[in-house]
């Protein structure tokens, strides 16, 4: 009957995204707002998770209400195979040997601002000594002024999309990037972790 096979299909339907969700917990990790994959985990998944592996993350990262069509994912695919740098939904996606690091794109952020205390890029939170005319924008070339984000071990790519204190054009502080300034910078994204994310798609 049509009702036995709408109960199938939602029973699959569930299983897949209890499936997706318990992989993301085995072969991802969150590094200061970056999804980044075991790549050789990732790409021995069947395709059907890693394409919802993937949309998961491009969507966890940028913020966005929907998924990337799945053309779109093949062609993130066969870079990733590649290990070439690839850019979609609003983020930018790297691979080496080991992993796939999926970083937002400082592109899509440069002209995004906020205030202390308020969602940035609609997941970063930064708190710290308030003041008139402090404002939250993408660190961006304000890199040059950090001179220990080396240390932090993360890509310089995904620091210059990081949140950063600004008053005016005179960087104030960069928490992700070991400038702190007595700021902090976390994750408050209304969709939770990562991996429970992995259930949505």
Not at 105 to 129: H, I, M
Not at 155 to 176: C, G, Y
Request: hydrophobic content about 45%; aromatic content about 6%; proline content about 4%.
């Amino acid at each position: 009957t049509l009702w036995g096979v709408a109960l199938n299909l939602a029973s699959a339907s569930d299983a897949l995204k209890q499936l997706t969700r318990d992989t993301a917990r085995k072969i991802a990790h969150v590094q200061a707002g970056d999804v980044v994959f075991d790549r050789a985990a990732l790409l021995s998944t069947s395709q059907e998770i890693l394409r919802r592996l993937l949309a998961d993350a491009l969507v966890w990262v940028s913020g966005a209400t929907y998924a990337p069509r799945r053309d779109a994912l093949f062609d993130l695919w066969r870079a990733m195979l590649g290990r070439d740098t690839h850019t979609l939904h609003g983020c930018l996606i790297t691979a080496d040997h080991t992993s796939v690091r999926v970083t937002r794109e400082y592109n899509a952020v440069k002209d995004t601002l906020a205030p202390l205390g308020a969602l940035w890029d609609t997941r970063w939170r930064v708190n710290g000594p308030a003041r008139e005319g402090l404002e939250v924008r993408a660190l961006g070339e304000g890199i040059r002024h950090c001179p220990d984000w080396r240390n932090t071990g993360l890509p310089r790519t995904s620091l210059m999309a990081s949140p950063a204190v600004w008053a005016e054009d005179t960087l104030i502080a960069a928490p992700i990037a070991g400038l702190s300034g007595g700021f902090s910078a976390e994750i408050a994204h209304p969709r939770g972790d990562f991996a429970a994310s992995a259930l949505s798609h």
